[in-house]
């Protein structure tokens, strides 16, 4: 199994890149953002209640997280491995993906981190704020609360990750094809 995390923040192409490179190296694309979404969507009880968090820019809890990925890991029993997006986002959810793993015999091979400025990214998510339909991306405020909660809860899990030596930084401007290129690179050494 290869697991891998695209971390970043908000609005640095985690998405776009996971959509990529899932389709090139047959991982399962798993993230929270999405299943949240998917939950709002069906009305389900914990969408009702994260819909209120995620509008004001703000992490839900762990425990909800936590147990969202817990369920799609056993849901996918022969995934060739996952590309988590968007999760770990606080240390505590970094530990508790480690001890799920573990149980699997598996681990985390690389956390590749996307770097970008905040005025790109701002810029980015007001951009797709005309036309997504994405609550928390319409209203500046909101964009700058998510980037808030990146920097005060979620930049530490690197921290975490550079700890067992597994954080490649890797440049998060220019064409969505040349960023594709070096993240590719950077999986090519270790798959
Ligand atoms: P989530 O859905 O994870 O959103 P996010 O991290 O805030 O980031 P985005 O998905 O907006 O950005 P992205 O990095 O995927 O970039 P994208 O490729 O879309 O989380 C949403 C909310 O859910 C959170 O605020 C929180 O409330 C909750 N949540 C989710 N996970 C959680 C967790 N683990 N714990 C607690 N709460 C959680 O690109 C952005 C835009 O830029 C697009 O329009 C794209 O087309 C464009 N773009 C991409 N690449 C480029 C490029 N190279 N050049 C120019 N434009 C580009
Ligand atoms: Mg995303």
């Not at 985690?14 to 299943?35: F, M, N, P, V």
């Amino acid at each position: 199994m290869f697991n891998l995390i695209l971390f970043g923040p908000p609005g640095s192409g985690k998405g776009t890149q996971s959509e990529k490179l899932i389709a090139k190296y047959g991982l399962k694309h798993l993230s929270t953002g999405d299943l949240l979404r998917s939950e709002i969507a069906s009305q389900t009880p914990l969408g009702v209640e994260a819909k209120k968090i995620m509008d004001k820019g703000q992490l839900v809890p762990d425990e909800v997280v936590i147990g969202m990925i817990s369920s799609a890991l056993d849901a996918n029993p022969n995934a060739k491995g996952f590309l988590f997006d968007g999760f770990p986002r606080t240390p505590a959810q970094a530990e508790a993906l480690d001890k799920l793993l573990e149980l699997k015999k598996t681990s985390i091979a690389v956390m590749l981190a996307l770097n970008v400025s905040e005025e790109e990214l701002v810029k980015r998510l007001m951009k797709r704020g005309e036309t997504s339909g994405r609550s928390d991306d319409t209203n500046e405020n909101v964009i700058r609360a998510r980037i808030i909660e990146y920097r005060n809860k979620t930049a530490v899990v690197a921290d975490y990750y550079y700890n067992f030596d597994k954080v490649v930084m890797v440049k998060g401007e220019g064409s969505v094809d040349d960023i594709f290129k070096s993240l590719s690179a950077e999986i090519d050494q270790r798959i």
